[in-house]
């Protein structure tokens, strides 16, 4: 047989690059700088009909101005574009699709938008491409969602186009890279344009367009809890975490969730944490935001590192000013990079702990509900039994150690396990179940038309759950039928947990697959607030030594 | 709510000429005091003659704009008004300070306010003193033997009806066919708060008066001493108020007048008798340990 | 709409009772509840009565009471709680709270 | 429950109504009035599917400092917001004329000691004032309020103590201003007017509700304590509070007269200066008023602590 290679062009995206810049040359400035009133005409001579274009947004900065900017050009000369982004939270991100300009979506994360999506796809507004998980869909721009254009955010530019994207630099160098060397265009929104950056984050020749905006980015402190809202319950599942979970696996590496239970777990560290000796044996490296609800944990020793995926609001003086424990550059300055801290996240660490809505009879975990469409961002990468991971350490060995089936799946290779540990409670607020008999996932994918339910945490990746009823080492069980009971046994008085059968839950009580807080060996008059090291978010600036400087609508002073 | 063509709402200086002595209201004048005439322009304040007798009058004007406090309009009582209203209480009390208690002149409130100004200025600055100010200027002269009357044509709105009005010692109000309005919250505000139906919030309220609107419910609490059903009779009826409660107060009965006459007016319309209960059980619950307090 | 009124009894192994004639802990906040406990000759049983805007969950609050009166082995005791969507957790918690309260010997 | 010391060394404004109640008096003195055993609930609400309280959400009851007696009102914010209805609007009524009864039978009893013997009122604000679903009723009893409290003049102080999560907003924000002598912590507001009703009617650029540090500049202790309506800013302890009761208490009438704010026609003219002062000045922010007052760097008061705070601040000074 004879081998022919094909005859074409072997550089038609640059050409086309070439092409699209040749037509917004006119609203270039000087360098690479465009006025901000020039952007419609801006990205309606570079974005072409069907391109893939990233807007940058994650759960903190977000790339509004070019957002807006988006929904603003003429549909009749930009449309059909499939939108590649981490995070819809804008109203602008859903507004594309209602306008016309967009059609097809590929995505991590919907806060507040998750309800409009769910909408648009029953009305055939949008056309859903895939759900992903943040490293997931980094991954995808190196394959088959590459952005055509990319339109991203950063702190600081000059005119050659160079950013500094510092404290908030998050995904903006993954965009940028599967972007630029693809031959695709990146735009810039910047909040300032200087002479000379900090340091430089994003090369000059990566960049293409740099827009000043008017209003300096928007960022949301989402990891930023008050300490003042914790109540008794956070309490008592943190201390049952540092007891049961924490103090005996001697977990040093790890990563929490956002919400108020880890940030209880925060709190205790320097009060419930140092009574039971546990400095320094756990908790000394964190893949994590920059919680402020750390502070007191790091000004009190506990802490060795940690890697940010982004930045929070008020937080960067304080992390400059601990460079030994925060990843610091040379101009003094934080950089954080998710795509790098969820890589750690997924494979560095040894457990994963964080709060959920629903879990369901199999140890399935999710926050999805029935009407809104809003994906997991990192959590399951984090939440999830690494199968790559080849290196070893105490508490890893030890939970696959107590694998319930390692004979059965293994064999007689040792192996170790992360720890992935959901916090409920038995009831929310309004009493709404922490544990149900079917995830509301499944009306989620009937309602949205998914071909698979939202579940954040698969169930046999989840090796504990704590409620305030108990502890349930869920890796500890032989079959399914075992993992039912046992978190029947800490479900409560919710449908799962009424089904409970207290004799069989006695007995694995006696297994150590449950243990409630008596068999911890904790008081639970003493589960109360006064156990909190910081006890508001003016306890938290005091123990900064005044370097965290909170956002307004934080403080009541 | 249907067109009503014989409301008084917004209507508080026509309501002066409907009630004094014709022709007799001198604005900005008490006693010797004059005010300045820009200030607090949501009030109206002056001395009239009613029944022959020098009367000082307090009233709102919803048609005036406060230039310094933009949020002063519609009858609103803003920083200066309030200031205002209290200045012509205490000049009252001074005009009056030597004189025997039956030549003590009545005050008459008429009442039309939608509330008392809700701006960052106004905080900044301490509206509540302001609308507190006023309300201690008009118990004092109560107690010092003034006959007040406050008369409701039009809106008595929560914290602005405390301010003018609720420290009167009687209390008379237009009745609510005239579109009269005496409430902390329309029904509609309270049937959000509480998540209940209109419809069953409107049915309990005529069997339990102390949510409703409306100058009927004040009544059966005791918060409206009479209901005037023609705008004409409003003259004749504060005269007669007047007169009683001078009367009263001659007699030493002032705890019959005022905020706490009308508590017990409320009990005895049946309307607010857990209030009286409350306090009786406290008075008792204190009398069995008194000893040990008054004697420490 | 209207509160429910919901009145349970239980039979206890009464192993302890409560010190003081009677004792109080907490708030009706939202998702909170306040615990009125009455030392009540009742042979050795406990009385409850839960007053609570929540429909639907008698049969929580049943077992939620019995839970503590079994898990405590407290008897003769009276107690009543206003309830304002409090989630078990914090019932239970406030219980075993209020119970360490009305077995305290007074404050020093 | 917290022992006599723990207590009085713990946050005022984390404490609920019974705790402050209990720790602004001398120990073991606090004798609580319709206590929650007497059940004493609100008879409005349940038929309104709202949860009830024993003591209805206000802890009413008399105490000692020293040989003062004090009548005590304190208001519990989680409960309905503190609002005031009819059962515990007459709860604080009678405490408060109590108070007057008080003051006559020592008087009578201890003609010579009375000064050493004078009952003080001290009211625990924390509400927004009208109950909703009692509103009538709680409008009608802060009209009682504020009338008892000027029966009180010239007799028994009465102090508003202010420091605790919702602070005192609404018709309860007058009454407070009402008072003789007001004692916050840092974390205190007193308005009328709440911040998001403000937000409402002037736009969200204008104020912002949810910019607690503008909130807490508008209506917080630091602004009160500046322009003279708080006459003592105290650490957040509840026995901070107890403390400066106790020497309230001791203050000759004459004296307490003085540290009120409203009341008389001379303070109305007082107040109509700081009126004309705003209406003149127009400020967007009270710190505008700090910087008038003479304090050169206002952005940094926020940011102290009490005690650095009472060393520089300077405040308006009264006529």
């Known amino acids: 047989m004879e081998l022919k290679g094909i005859t074409r062009e072997w550089d038609s995206l640059k050409k086309d690059a070439a092409a699209r810049a040749a037509s917004a040359a006119p609203y270039v400035k000087e360098g690479k700088i465009v006025d901000a009133k020039d952007a419609v005409a801006l990205l309606e001579a570079v974005i072409k009909p069907g391109d893939k274009v990233n807007i940058e947004g994650n759960n903190q900065k977000q790339a509004d101005f070019l957002a807006k900017t988006l929904c603003q050009v003429d549909p009749g000369k930009v449309h059909d574009l499939h939108m590649v982004q981490s995070v819809l939270t804008l109203p602008e991100h859903l507004d594309v699709f209602e306008k016309g300009i967009a059609k097809k979506l590929d995505m991590s994360f919907s806060g507040p938008q998750a309800g409009r999506i769910a909408e648009f796809l029953k009305e055939g507004k949008l056309e859903l491409g895939a759900i992903h998980t943040y490293l997931e869909l980094y991954g995808r721009y190196f394959v088959d969602l590459t952005p055509r254009v990319a339109l991203i955010a950063a702190t600081k530019a000059d005119r050659h186009g160079n950013l500094f994207t510092g404290f908030s630099t998050e995904d903006t160098p993954a965009i940028v890279e599967a972007t630029k060397f693809r031959q695709g265009i990146v735009i810039a929104q910047v909040n300032e344009i200087v002479d000379e950056l900090p340091r430089v984050d994003i090369p000059g020749d990566w960049v293409d367009y740099v827009i000043q905006s008017p209003k300096p980015f928007y960022i949301e402190p989402l990891f930023t809890r008050d300490p003042a809202l914790i109540t008794d319950a956070q309490v008592l599942k943190g201390m049952m975490a540092i007891k049961g979970i924490y103090g005996e696996y001697g977990i040093k590496s790890l990563n929490h969730g956002i919400g108020f239970d880890t940030a209880a777990i925060e709190l205790l560290l320097p009060t419930y944490g140092e009574e039971l000796g546990l400095k320094g044996k756990i908790c000394t490296n964190f893949i994590l935001n920059p919680h402020p609800s750390m502070i007191p944990a790091i000004e009190s020793g506990w802490v060795e590192s940690i890697h940010c995926f982004g930045g929070e609001l008020g937080m960067d003086e304080y992390v400059a000013a601990r460079s030994d424990i925060f990843f610091v550059g040379p101009d003094g300055s934080m950089r954080s990079n998710r795509a790098f801290s969820q890589t750690a996240g997924h494979y560095a660490i040894d457990m994963f702990i964080g709060g959920t809505l629903q879990i369901d009879p199999y140890g399935n975990s999710s926050t999805a509900t029935a009407n809104r469409v809003a994906g997991f961002g990192g959590a399951p990468n984090m939440g999830c039994d690494p199968k790559g991971r080849r290196h070893s350490s105490e508490a890893w060995l030890k939970c696959g150690e107590e694998y319930g089936v390692k004979e059965a799946m293994w064999g007689p290779v040792h192996r170790g396990k992360r720890l992935v540990v959901q916090l409920a409670e038995t009831f929310r607020e309004k009493l709404a179940p922490g544990f149900v008999e079917e995830l509301d996932a499944f009306a989620l994918a009937k309602n949205a038309n998914l071909p698979i339910e939202p579940v954040m945490i698969y169930g046999d990746d989840l090796t504990h759950i704590i409620t305030e009823e108990g502890i349930a080492y869920l890796h500890k069980c032989r079959n399914m039928e075992e993992r039912t009971a046992a978190i029947r046994g800490i479900a409560g008085f919710t449908e799962v947990g009424m089904k409970a059968d207290p004799k069989e839950t006695l007995r694995l009580r006696d297994l150590g697959v449950i243990k409630t807080a008596d068999d911890l060996g904790i008081d639970m008059s003493r589960a109360n607030r006064s156990m909190l090291a910081a006890k508001n978010v003016h306890d938290l600036v005091v123990w900064s030594k005044g370097l965290y400087n909170p956002p307004a609508k934080f403080r009541n002073w | ?296 | 709409m209207a509160l429910q009124v919901l009145e349970f009894e239980f039979k206890s192994a009464a192993t302890q009772e409560i010190a003081k004639e009677w004792s109080h802990l907490g708030v009706t906040g939202s998702g909170d509840l306040e615990v009125l406990m009455e030392k009540k000759a009742l042979n050795g049983g406990v009385k409850a009565k839960v007053v609570t805007p929540v429909k639907g969950f008698d049969a929580v609050w049943e077992k939620m009471l019995g839970k503590f009166v079994t898990d405590t082995g407290v008897g003769n005791v009276s107690i009543e709680i206003n309830d304002d969507n409090a989630t078990p957790i914090v019932v239970y918690m406030r219980l075993r709270q209020a119970l360490a309260e009305a077995t305290a010997k007074e404050a020093e | 429950m917290k022992n006599w010391t723990e207590l009085e060394n713990s946050s005022f404004f984390d404490a609920n109504a019974r705790e402050r109640a209990l720790g602004m008096v001398d120990k073991g003195t606090f004798t609580e009035f319709l206590n929650p055993l007497d059940r004493y609930c609100s008879p409005h609400l349940p038929v309104l599917g709202t949860a009830v309280e024993f003591d209805d959400g206000t802890v009413c009851g008399v105490g000692l400092l020293g040989k003062h007696p004090v009548f005590v009102v304190s208001m519990e914010g989680k409960f309905i917001g503190g609002a005031i209805g009819e059962v515990n609007g007459g709860k604080m009524v009678a405490t408060i004329r109590l108070a007057l009864k008080a003051a006559a039978d020592i008087k009578a009893k201890y003609p010579e000691e009375y000064a050493a013997r004078r009952p003080l009122v001290a009211v625990s604000f924390e509400t927004g004032g009208v109950r909703l679903h009692e509103a009538n009723a709680g409008l009608l009893a802060h009209a009682e309020v504020m009338d008892a409290f000027q029966d009180c003049r010239g007799i028994v102080p009465v102090v508003a103590v202010v420091g605790s999560k919702v602070g005192c907003f609404g018709g309860m924000g007058f009454v407070a201003a009402a008072t003789d002598v007001i004692v916050m912590n840092e974390e205190g507001r007193i308005g009328l007017t709440g911040p998001e009703v403000i937000e409402q009617e002037m736009g969200k650029d204008e104020f912002d509700a949810s910019n607690k540090a503008l909130v807490y500049r508008t209506t917080g202790a630091k602004h009160k304590y500046i322009i003279q309506d708080c006459n003592y800013l105290v650490e957040d302890k509840i026995g901070e509070f107890h403390k400066t009761l106790a020497e309230v208490a001791e203050i000759p009438m004459a004296e307490i007269e003085k540290m009120r704010r409203i009341g008389s026609l001379k303070l109305v003219q007082e107040q109509q200066e700081l009126v004309k002062l705003v209406g003149d000045m127009q400020p967007k922010d009270s710190m505008d008023l700090w910087k008038y007052f003479g304090n050169e760097d206002p952005a940094a008061l926020p940011e102290m602590t009490t005690a650095e705070f009472l060393k520089v601040v300077k405040r308006r000074v009264r006529s």
């Open chain 2, 1 to 296: 709510m249907e067109e009503l063509d014989n409301t008084m709402i917004g209507r508080g200086r026509d309501a002066i000429d409907m009630i004094i002595d014709k022709d007799s209201f001198q604005e900005n004048i008490i006693d010797g005091y004059s005010f300045d005439p820009d200030y607090g322009p949501g009030s109206v304040v002056g001395t009239a003659k009613l029944n022959g007798k020098p009367t000082t009058i307090i009233a709102n004007d919803a048609m005036a704009f406060n230039d310094r406090f933009p949020v002063v309009f519609g009858g609103v009582i803003g920083l200066e008004e309030g200031y205002k209203m209290a200045t012509a209480v205490y000049r009252t009390m001074e005009a009056d300070k030597d004189k025997p208690l039956p030549e003590k002149r009545a005050i008459v409130l008429i009442v039309d306010t939608p509330g008392n100004g809700p701006g960052k200025m106004e905080e900044i600055a301490g509206m509540n003193k302001s609308t507190g100010g006023y309300q201690l200027a008009l118990a004092e002269a109560r107690k010092a033997g003034h006959p007040i009357v406050a008369m409701v044509i039009g809106r008595a709105i929560s914290g602005a009806f405390l301010c003018h009005g609720l420290q009167a010692d009687h209390i008379l109000a237009l009745s609510k066919d005239f579109g009269t309005m005496i409430h902390v919250m329309p029904l509609t505000s309270i049937a959000r708060i509480t998540k209940m139906d209109i419809e069953r919030l409107e049915e309990l309220s005529t069997s339990n008066p102390v949510f409703a609107a409306g100058v009927d419910f004040f009544y059966k609490l005791g918060g409206v001493q009479e209901i005037v059903n023609q705008v004409e009779d409003m003259r004749e009826v504060i005269i007669r108020h007047i007169d009683e409660v001078a009367k009263l107060k001659a007699e030493g009965k002032g705890e019959l007048l005022g905020p706490w006459g009308r508590g017990i007016l409320g009990n005895e319309r049946g309307g607010r008798t857990h209030r009286m209960e409350a306090i009786a059980k406290v008075n008792a619950e204190f009398a069995a340990v008194a000893d040990k307090y008054i004697n420490a």
